[in-house]
Every structure is written in C-alpha cells, then in structure tokens.
C-alpha cells in the first residue's frame, strides 16, 4: 500500500514570495490534514478535510495560507506571501475511517526555510 | 478543549535500559491514542495505536498502555538500543469530533 505522498520535501524562498505544496493521501482515506511543525514543537493543525469539505481551518492564518482539495483526493496548501516565521516543515496526514482503525498516516513533510 | 501532555521533553538513557514515556489528556473522550516516532528531518511514523476500548498494545519491544479514567497513556520501550534515539509523540483522537491533538513529544537519547 503506498505512503502519504508529499512534495517538495525542501523549498526555500525569500519573504514575501509564495509557495505551495502539494500532498497524495493514501487511497481510500478521507480525512486529510495539514499541519506546522516547528522544530522542536509538536505539530499544529492548519486545516482538516473530510472528502473535499473544509471541517477545521480555526488555526489556518487566512489572510496569507490557504488550502484546498478538489476531487476529494489532492490537496494543496499554499502561502502568499510568506513571513519568516512561515519556516516550518508542513506536514500531510490522512486517516483511515473509525468504522477500520482511525489510524493517522503521515508523509515525509515539505521543510520550508523563508529568508 | 483537549490538552495533551508529555513529560518528560528530553531524557537521555544508557543502552540496555527500560524506559517509560508518559503522556496524559485532560479529556477523556477519546477515540484512540496513537503513538509515533520522529527522526530528524523526517516525517512521523506510527509505532502503535491503541483503541479507547483497549488497555494496551504490544509491538516488539514496545509496549503501550492506556487508562482512559486516569488521562494516561505509557510508551514502555524494553531493552532500549541506540537506534531508539528520536523524538516519540503522542497523539488523541477525539471521540465527538474529528480532532487530533499532539503532544509536544519527548526527546529521547540513548547512550551507547
């Protein structure tokens, strides 16, 4: 069974540019998350899908991040313009349903350094 | 609002030796606790997952428990090796919603 995919796994852009990340969540899965992981912090939900529907975006900074998953399947988070403390790895996760595990899978992250 | 906790950040053991990480929940509407392991530079990887209904869950030298009335889950890691060296984060599904919440994680180091 293949992985949560994720890409780029390393970007590094100057302020105020943009950026975006792209996340293939296993086959099946329809939660997806989005999440900031600053180094040495556990990691920080951004936003949550279910199927192609918005549940939680409460932590997203919606005047520079959005995110959004057509279809259902990929999902897309980007950041116009970026600030310095946007350098984070962003993580991708998608869950099995309740009805099976619940389980929650990650990819490898995309490591964002903002000069 | 669900808080999760891990005590301790950082703990650093000589190889050979059995070691618990704790972590603790205040709300204890959980669906399940899942535990997972991080490498620098990598993403999370899950160790183990352990279901509401269930008090623990055994992977090799790996063993998690959990006690949903007391708001506690142990990572117990038997016979601890060099390799074991990374951070260990806990993680608590709501059992109302869909949230998941993280721990900070702890550090672990093991001397050889």
């Known amino acids: 069974e293949a992985g949560v995919a994720q890409s780029p796994r390393y970007k590094i852009i100057e302020k105020r540019q943009s950026v975006a990340f792209w996340c293939n969540p296993i086959s099946g899965h329809a939660t997806l998350y989005w999440y900031q992981q600053i180094l040495g912090q556990g990691p920080k939900l951004l936003i949550q899908f279910q199927n192609n529907g918005v549940v939680d975006d409460s932590q997203l900074p919606k005047d520079r991040f959005s995110a959004e998953r057509l279809k259902g399947v990929d999902s897309t988070l980007k950041i116009q313009p970026a600030k310095l403390e946007d350098s984070a790895v962003y993580l991708c996760?998608?869950?099995?349903?309740?009805?099976?595990?619940?389980?929650?899978?990650f990819g490898e992250g995309s490591r964002l350094t903002v000069l | 609002k669900q808080e999760v906790t891990q005590i301790p950040a950082a703990l650093s053991v000589p190889e050979g030796e059995n070691l618990v990480l704790n972590c603790s929940f205040t709300d204890s509407a959980i669906y399940n606790l899942q535990w997972f392991r991080q490498d620098p530079g990598k993403g999370l990887t899950s160790l183990l997952l352990i279901q509401s209904s269930q008090r623990e869950q055994t992977s090799g030298r790996l063993n998690a428990s959990l006690d949903k009335s007391s708001g506690r889950s142990t990572l117990y890691i038997a016979a601890s090796q060099p390799g074991d060296s990374a951070t260990y984060l806990c993680a608590a599904l709501g059992d109302r919603d869909d949230k998941i919440i993280f721990g900070k994680g702890t550090r672990l180091h093991i001397l050889p």
């Open positions: 996760a998608s869950r099995s349903s309740r009805e099976i595990t619940g389980e929650l899978f």
